[in-house]
C-alpha cells in the first residue's frame, strides 16, 4: 500500500509528469480516480487539503456575495479529502427524463444528450455513495411492505423516493475522504498528493493545450505537473475560479471567450412551510416523514414530485416535495377543513396536518454568476463573488404545482392542501447544491464544456461535477455528477490508449 503523498515535504521545484492530473478530491475527483485505476495510466488526485478539516486552508474559499441571502461561501462546501461530502446529507435521487430536455418554457434549458447516457453509471454511482438496492420510483415489495402510498386521484403528481448514503458501519453518509482513503492507497497507479493546491493551468501559447499546472503549498512549497490530461474536480466555484484566474494567455480566463464561465450557477431553495397538507382519515405512512430502513437494506424517503406530462403541459420546473413535521391547523384552518369535507362527504373527525417543504429547480439566469474580485487568498489566487437571484416566476410555477396536489387530493376525497404565501426574499435554506458554472453545450456559444465535459477550445482540459449540469433537475446532484463522472472515466480511457 503506498502512502499519501504531502506536497509540503517533496523537494521544491518538484516536476511531476502524470498521464492525468485530477485537480480536487472530492467525490467526483476520487471516483473518477477509481474508475481509472486499473487502465494502466498514471493518475495523480491533487487535493487541497489534508485528510481533516484545516481552517487556514478552509480559509482559501471564502468569498463575498450580493443580491438575496445566501450561506457564506466557505460554509457551504469543505476543503480537504473528500470535499464537500465531508458534511453532506447523503440525500439521493437520479435526475429525471424530462431534465435533459430542452424545455421551451424554461430558457437555456436542455443537455446535449440524454438521460440513456447516464443510465449505465448510475448502477456503479450508486455503489459509491452506498444507498443500498436501486429503488427509486420503483413499486418494490419492500417499499409496498413499509406502508402504503397515498392513494391520488390521477393527475400530475405521483410518490417518488429518496434514497440515502450510509456508511456500511453506521447511518452516516459516506464521507468519501474517509470511505476511499485506503482504496486510493492500494491503487499503485494513483498518486494522491494531499496539501497541494494548483493556482493556475498554464495554457500552451496559442491557448489550445494545457502545458503545466502551478501548484503551491500553504507553507511556501512550489511544485509543477506537467500532465497529458487535466481534470478539474473542485466543486462548481471553485472550478469557475481557477478557469477565470487561469487568463495570462485567453484574457477573458479559460474557457470563457464567451463570457459563460461562472455564469448560470444555481442551487436548490428549499423553502420551508410552503403549505399544509391535510388528510382527512389522518393516514400517512412513516415514509413520508422519516427516513425509513427497509428490510433490503435501503432508507428511503417519500417525496412528491411533478409527472413529466404535467410538467410540459402546466409549464413547471422540477421539485419535490416533503413532508415536513406535524402542525395544529389554527382557526381558519379547521374552518376551511370542516367546510371541506362536509362538502365532499367525508368524516374528518380524525383530521391531520402535516407542513410541506420542497427542494425547487430554478430556472437558468445568466446573472445569478460567480465573477473574480480584486481581494486574494493566502496563495494569490482573487477570490470570488456570488451575485445569486431567484426570481418570482420559480416560486409561481411550483404553485402550480402544489395546486395539482391539492386538486389530486381532492378528487380522491382524501384531503386537501393550503398554500402558504412564500416572500422570495425572506431567509430561505439551500440544498448546498452548487451548480451551472462551466455548463456543457455542444456549441462553444452556449457552453463552457462539449458533451463529453471537455472544454471547448482546448484539447486536454476536462470538468467533472455537477458545474456542468446546463440544467439543474431538482434531484440532488451527487450521485448524478458521479454518473457524469464515470462516464468522463470511459471516455478519458480511450482518449488516453
Ligand atoms: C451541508 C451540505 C449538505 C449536502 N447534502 C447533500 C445531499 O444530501 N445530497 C447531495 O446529493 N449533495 C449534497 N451536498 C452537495 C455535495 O456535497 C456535493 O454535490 C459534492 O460534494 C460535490 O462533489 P465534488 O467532488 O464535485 O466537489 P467537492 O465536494 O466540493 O470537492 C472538491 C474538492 O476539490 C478540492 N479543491 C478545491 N480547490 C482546489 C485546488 N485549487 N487545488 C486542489 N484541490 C482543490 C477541495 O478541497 C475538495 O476536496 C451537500 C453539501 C453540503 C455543503
Redesign the pocket.
Known sequence: MTAFLDARSLPAGTSLTPDLAI???????IALALSLADSGHDILL????GRAFDSL?QAMYRGSESGISYVALDS??????????N??????RPLDAIDFERRDWIPASGWPFGIEELKPYFPRAQELVEAGPWLYDSAAPELAAAGTVLPLAPGGIYTSWFQFSKTRDSVL?TYFGHRYGDDLKRAAKITPLLH????ALRLAPGGAHVQRLDVATLTGNHLTVTPRFTVL????M?NAR?LLASNDVIKPGIGNQNDLVGRYFADHPTPREVATLVLFDGGLAPFYVNNTPLKNGAIVLAALSPHAQFARSQRVAGSLTTVENPVELDELGTAAVVATSQALGVDASNAKAWSLGCGMELMPDPDRRLTLTGEKDALGLPRLKLEMRISDADFAQYRRTLVELGRQLLAARLGMVRINPHDPHQAMDW????LGTTRMSEDPKNGVVDAQARVHGVDNLYV???SVFPTYGSS????N?IALTLRLGDHLKKAMA
Open positions: 485537480v480536487g478530491g472530492g467525490p467526483a475527483g491533487l487535493e487541497s487539503g486552508t457551504g462546501r469543505l476543503r480537504f479529502l473528500g470535499g464537500s461530502s458534511h453532506w446529507g447523503g440525500w439521493c453518509p497541494a493546491n494548483v493556482t474536480a473542485c466543486g462548481a471553485e481557477l440544498g448546498n447544491h452548487h467533472a461535477g455537477s440532488n446532484p451527487t450521485m455528477l
